[in-house]
């Protein structure tokens, strides 16, 4: 199950948000270099650029984020999961079955 906090991180309730399976696991490696360049361990994710997959509007803005993330001269180790949504049907509750005292015998 996805969750999300209905608050506070840590502090809150979490909240169901989808019913989910983790697909894959990959692992995505991202080096500043000493010139400052940013340089990804992959740049496609099933043929789609990466910054794509991962919410960017170019690979600049991209590189522009993990240029203030990653310190340079370092190389960090990252995980992304890909997920699949599970075919769950969220049903309602049932509504309580109540039979009115007149249809009990006790009125009549």
């Given at each position: ?43 496609k ?55 009115p005292?007149?249809e ?5």
């Amino acid at each position: 199950m996805l969750y999300n906090w209905s608050g506070a991180a840590y502090r809150s309730k979490q909240e169901d948000v989808a019913a989910i399976e983790v697909e894959e696991v990959l692992e995505m490696i991202v080096t500043h270099d000493r010139d400052g360049g940013i340089v990804f361990g992959r740049d496609k994710i099933d043929g789609i650029p990466i910054h794509k997959t991962e919410g960017f509007d170019d690979a600049g803005q991209m590189q522009e984020w993990f240029a203030k993330v990653v310190p340079i001269g370092k190389t960090v180790e990252l995980a992304l999961m890909r997920f699949r949504l599970l075919n769950v049907r969220v049903y309602p509750p049932a509504p309580t079955q109540r039979t009115p005292q007149h249809e009990k015998g006790g009125d009549k």
